[in-house]
């Protein structure tokens, strides 16, 4: 019963997702419906929280748009997104940000891990 399970999974779960953590700022390509067509909306922001596994696998991404916190949660393998680019990867000490929701300003940027090239 559970090889039947993984091979149903299997089938759904993307490929292309690239490797990122909690701390990460992402720009997810997403689709959205209006009427009777669709297209492209970008949704660029900080990646608070990564939970679960497999093709249950959920994301919480958080950005300031007008001055405002908007969060989305969002599954990793949903049809709903067509591309995930990793726009720069972030220095944190945790696996949940959840405490930058009560920051603001300076104290609510996370830091760009430096890397040697």
């Known amino acids: ?8 999974e299997a089938s759904f779960k ?3 997702i690239p490797t990122f953590k909690a701390g ?7 689709k959205v419906k209006e009427g009777t067509s669709e297209r492209v909306q970008i949704f660029e922001g900080d990646v608070i929280a990564r939970q679960g ?11 300031i748009s007008n001055g405002v916190g908007v969060e989305k ?3 990793l393998h949903s049809p709903n997104i067509e591309k995930i680019e990793v726009v720069k990867i972030g220095k944190v000490r945790r696996a949940k940000l959840y405490y ?13 891990k430096k890397t040697s090239q």
């Open 53 to 63: 596994a497999g093709i249950s696998e959920n994301i919480i991404i958080r950005k």
């Open 1 to 8: 019963m559970d090889s039947i399970i993984h091979k149903i």
């Open 14 to 16: 993307k490929a292309n």
């Open 73 to 75: 949660t969002l599954c």
């Open 100 to 112: 930058i929701r009560h920051r603001v300003g300076k104290t609510a940027k996370i830091v760009e």
């Open 24 to 30: 990460d700022k992402l720009k997810l390509h997403l």
